[in-house]
């Protein structure tokens, strides 16, 4: 598994890839805009001409975005619905313009519609802005979520719909561990983990699967609490960690920290000391 973590884009968007060399990235996640803000500014020429000539330098690969916490392409309120569909299609054209490959995105919360009535209308948006970028090759990774609140997107099931609404060709899934923790996914041990990585085979599927969000839980199995801890201090464990590192499937695709920075928001040691243990707990697969 390439190892790396979610990186500031402080003072532009190729700042993130200095910052992500000097801790230990072999792959980044960036926001490309504000992540609490509806409006964005445009990216400039000269700050994307520098960050394809780092990223090419770093050989750090591959780097991608999450989007906006804003959006919610569930929202049953139509102002915020269409502010949602509007931001995501300006997530998606400015990962185009950094020549990323997907941008992960929370499916949507159903402010009380209900699940079905949830994911109707998350499918439709999706459709929407699928067809308001065709003809770019960005997909939407649709992340596991801890279900907290009416969020949807927890169950294998949702994003399995999703994905069947909506069409396969430019959807893909981002797991993170926390959340499928929080969810009800049990990834505390090796046996857990191969019983979760049969039930998403046999639910999504493995070519769908792009990224993994490499979090610890602070929350337990099935509370449906979105909090991250840094590795093997939470609910999870190293034990379960040294199962997901090291497990034929997972570790093909990029394992990305979104673990606490403190007080360190651009550069945080604790990604190096997050880092150096997920590389320690994957050793026995790189011999």
Request: charged residues 25%.
């Amino acid at each position: 598994m390439k190892f790396g973590a979610h990186m500031s884009i402080a003072g532009g968007v190729d700042k993130a890839i200095e910052r992500g060399r000097r801790v230990g990235c072999e792959a980044i996640q960036i926001f490309t805009r504000g992540n609490m803000q509806w409006q964005s500014r445009p990216l400039r020429a000269d700050e994307i001409a520098e960050f394809k000539r780092l990223r090419a330098a770093t050989a750090i690969a591959p780097v991608f975005a999450h989007n906006c916490y804003l959006i919610n392409l569930g929202a049953t309120n139509p102002l915020n619905l269409r502010r949602s569909i509007e931001a995501m299609v300006d997530e998606l054209q400015r990962a185009d313009a950094l020549a990323l490959p997907f941008v992960v995105a929370h499916p949507g919360a159903h402010m009380g519609a209900g699940e079905a009535a949830g994911l109707r209308r998350i499918a439709a948006s999706l459709r929407e802005v699928l067809g308001q970028t065709r003809g770019s090759p960005v997909k939407i990774a649709l992340e596991i979520t801890a279900g907290q609140g009416t969020c949807l997107g927890h169950r294998f099931e949702h994003l399995a719909e999703l994905i069947e609404r909506v069409g396969p060709e430019r959807l893909a899934v981002c797991l993170d561990t926390a959340h499928l923790l929080a969810a009800g996914y049990d990834i505390r041990d090796a046996a857990g983990v191969g019983r979760v990585a049969k039930e998403f085979a046999r639910i999504i599927g493995w070519k769908f699967l792009v990224a993994v969000h490499l979090n610890d839980s602070k929350a337990p199995l099935g509370s449906r609490v979105d909090r991250h801890e840094h590795i093997g201090k939470g609910q999870i464990g190293r034990a379960g960690f040294r199962a997901i590192v090291n497990h034929p499937r997972f570790c093909r695709v990029p394992g990305v920290l979104e673990t606490p920075k403190g007080d360190f928001e651009n550069e945080s040691p604790f990604d190096k000391l997050n880092l150096r243990l997920l590389r320690s707990l994957a050793a026995p697969a790189r011999k």
